[in-house]
């Protein structure tokens, strides 16, 4: 029996196989979730479909997105009615335009792209949340999305997408601090950098990867599985007492200060 048997996962931001959201998904199969899953737009719905067929083999599949809340209300709904309620909701989403994510900030920063990054990157977290709330009381449930070290460094051509994930870090806080008293927990995970669909739109993307390798005390990036095995722990009830934190699951990269050339 899995430390997660008997509880119900909305999970949000698969795109493909190598997203993190994936990983998160057969970790929460592995240990006994029963999932849901959402797709943004027809082209992605057959790949969730495949993924929810391999995890538990699930058949709950919603379109969704997270700009309209008309359809974050219908997927709700719809969690109600299979379900009755829900004690997981992965938070697995993020985006930037791609000419935001080129050059430096200033220069490619617009107000259009600034306002789009933080509606779709941060703002659909606490919707996620505020509609998800009514489903969640009296199960000791779990929110949880996915963030970067981009929130609280400069990192070269992440641009608009730094304010968009400390906004969300940001909401990780003040919906914990809202939710606590209902028993629903907040957290985030900081995920080193993780070549999926979305950061393959990032320019220099293969150097941040050879970069944090190098620098990172494990001498290695991480992978969707270690990400998916900490948001297991963190939204199962071993992590009871956690709740507004952001976990760095990005083997070891934030303590480094400097690195020196190891003596022979």
């Keep these: 029996m899995g430390f997660l048997n008997g509880k ?22 592995r240990e006994g979730a029963e999932l849901a899953f959402t797709y943004q737009g027809d082209r992605l719905k057959g790949r969730v479909e495949d993924v929810a067929a391999r995890c538990n083999d699930s058949k709950l599949v919603l379109p969704l997105d997270v700009t309209d809340d008309a359809q974050i209300a219908n997927v709700m709904q719809e969690v109600e009615q299979q379900w009755g309620g829900i004690d997981i909701v992965i938070h697995a989403i993020g985006f930037a335009p791609r000419e935001q994510l080129q050059g430096r900030y200033l220069d490619a920063v617009t107000r ?21 709330r009514p489903l969640m009381q009296g199960r000791n449930a779990a929110l949880l999305t996915l963030t ?32 606590g008293s209902e028993g629903i927990r907040v957290n985030g995970i900081s995920a080193g950098p993780i070549k999926t669909l979305a950061a393959a739109g990032i320019s220099g993307f293969r150097n941040m990867l050879a970069s944090a390798a190098t620098a990172s005390p494990l001498k290695r990036n991480v992978t969707i599985e270690d990400v998916g095995n900490t ?34």
Excluded: W
Aim: proline share 3%; with cysteine; net charge negative.
């Design 8 to 29: 119900k996962a909305l999970i949000t931001g698969v795109a493909s196989d190598r997203s993190i959201a994936v990983g998160i998904a057969e970790a929460f199969a």
């Design 231 to 264: 948001a297991a722990f963190l939204c199962s009830d071993l992590a009871a007492g956690i709740t507004g934190e952001i976990i760095y699951v990005d083997a070891g990269y934030r303590i480094m200060g400097m690195q020196f050339p190891e003596e022979g």
């Design 148 to 179: 970067y070290l981009g929130a609280v460094r400069a990192v070269p051509m992440y641009n608009v997408m730094g304010p968009a994930k400390a906004s969300l870090e940001a909401n990780v806080r003040f919906m914990a601090a809202d939710l």
């Design 112 to 132: 259009e792209g600034f306002a789009i990054s933080h509606d779709i990157s941060a703002y659909s977290f606490a919707a996620l949340g505020k509609a998800a």
